[in-house]
């Protein structure tokens, strides 16, 4: 399965996503291929701070970027169960490249109106992409919710609105613990004590996209 956490706007908190989902289906016992496709390299950055630190790393983390994103993982994918790539908030030549051959495209989005408006352009990108990939999912995410209020049903309506998007009800919210998590080199189900609320919104979500994708 190859998963691309992408979309156009930046600051949505794709790399906090990426890592975390990458400790999961790890510690799932899945053999993982963490891809950081983004010139920031910022999930680069939480894995070498956690290989400092001597925390148990059961997969590995390469950086690809431009169009050896899809000539390598193509050589690659037969080895490992996951291929999860975080390609950063922009369109460019990684992420285009990563989108031709990924099952998946996780976007998420914070429940803001600058975020949201950018939908139009994610939903031209998902079209031109498949055309050569017609296979691919997109499921939008609410990401950095707030905790309570319209703002996050608001737009989960918006965003389905654009036919070839899925936007899933299951929302992470702005919680310290992934912060937290991720400047110790973590993602939240390592952390101690456990944020019940962030573990069990991660966990809800990499539930309902990967259980729907394999059904």
Not at 94 to 107: E, G, Y
Not at 150 to 163: R, V
Request: with cysteine; hydrophobic share 40%; net charge negative.
């Amino acid at each position: 399965m190859i998963t691309v956490l992408g979309g156009i706007k930046g600051g949505s908190g794709k790399t906090t996503l990426s890592t975390n989902i990458c400790v999961i289906q790890a510690f799932l016992g899945k053999k993982v291929l963490l891809v950081d496709a983004d010139e920031q390299q910022s999930a680069s950055d939480w894995s070498e701070h956690r290989e400092s630190l001597d925390i148990e790393t059961p997969w590995t983390t390469i950086p690809l970027f431009g169009s050896s994103v899809r000539s390598q993982i193509l050589k690659l994918k037969d080895h490992y169960d996951e291929i999860i790539i975080d390609v950063g908030g922009r369109d460019t030549t990684s992420q285009r490249a990563a989108l031709t051959i990924a099952d998946i495209l996780i976007a998420p989005f914070q429940p803001r109106s600058l975020d949201v408006w950018t939908i139009g352009k994610l939903s031209r990108l998902i079209d031109e992409v498949s055309t050569i990939n017609p296979n691919l999912k997109t499921y939008a995410v609410i990401n950095r919710a707030d905790s309570q209020g319209q703002d996050n049903n608001e737009a989960i309506e918006i965003i389905n609105e654009t036919g070839n998007i899925i936007c899933l009800r299951e929302i992470v919210c702005q919680r310290k613990a992934f912060a937290n998590a991720s400047a110790e080199g973590k993602g939240v189900i390592e952390m101690t004590p456990k944020d019940k609320k962030a573990v069990e919104e991660i966990t809800d979500l990499i539930n309902k996209i990967f259980n729907e994708k394999r059904h």
